[in-house]
């Protein structure tokens, strides 16, 4: 059963369009993070939630929102996607990070393609 | 230079063969290393992690870590068409769980 389900799996967007991606969680942690990760690159940690608790990155882009409603959900937002935006985004969740051990789940990823 | 480095392949072999992978990090610091594997269009999974120096095996999995070369290294034995994914290495930070992640190794076994 899926555990970090994203949606959805691949998104077209255009030069300047605001996109929205969706992560859902069934597995109830706490902390839930957002990915960036280019062709053969290492994914790149935009921010992430404890609790309600929002913690960005300091060389995440102003272009990069993230919204978490519930403990289920986290969204990331992109408001106004370049063509160097284009990427998977990665979607991973963990119990809690005080321990190097709480390990992290990813879910499957959105691709997205800015025309 | 990058915290974390690796070669990004591919490394192509024959299925049953060894397959030897590394990376080499900057950070003295870092005390834990894992390893993650992404199949092609999922999300990485956590395969195996090791504390400080020597060796850990589970099942046809080795990883190895030399703290003094800072050079860790993932070793499958016979290996199996189904193995063929992106093997990418991840160093947890001095503080919590936040990883720095290598750029990956594509893996291709070959029936």
């Known amino acids: 059963d899926a555990m970090v389900i994203q949606n959805p799996r691949y998104q077209v967007t255009q030069f300047g369009k605001p996109v929205t991606l969706s992560c859902s969680q069934t597995l109830n942690h706490n902390v839930m993070y957002w990915y960036q990760q280019k062709s053969s690159q290492a994914p790149k940690l935009l921010f992430h939630y404890y609790d309600k608790d929002f913690n960005n990155e300091a060389d995440t882009p102003d272009n990069f929102q993230s919204r978490r409603p519930n403990t289920s959900f986290c969204f990331l937002d992109i408001r106004s996607p370049g063509l160097g935006d284009a990427a998977m985004y990665l979607c991973?969740?963990?119990?809690?990070?005080?321990?190097?051990?709480?390990?992290?789940?990813f879910g499957p990823g959105t691709r997205l393609l800015v025309l | 230079q990058k915290e974390v480095e690796q070669d990004p392949g591919p490394l192509s072999v024959p299925e049953g063969a060894i397959v030897s992978l590394n990376c080499t990090y900057s950070n003295s610091a870092f005390q834990y290393f894992m390893w993650y594997r992404q199949y092609s269009r999922k999300g990485p999974e956590l395969l195996m992690y090791t504390y400080s120096s020597g060796n850990k095996e589970d099942g046809r999995f080795t990883a190895q870590v030399d703290k003094s070369s800072k050079y860790i290294s993932l070793f499958i034995r016979d290996s199996q068409p189904s193995d063929s994914a992106t093997y990418l290495c991840a160093l947890p930070g001095a503080a919590g769980n936040k990883l720095t992640f290598g750029g990956g190794t594509r893996v291709l076994v070959k029936p």
């Open positions: 991973a969740t963990s119990r809690g990070m005080t321990s190097v051990l709480e390990t992290q789940y």
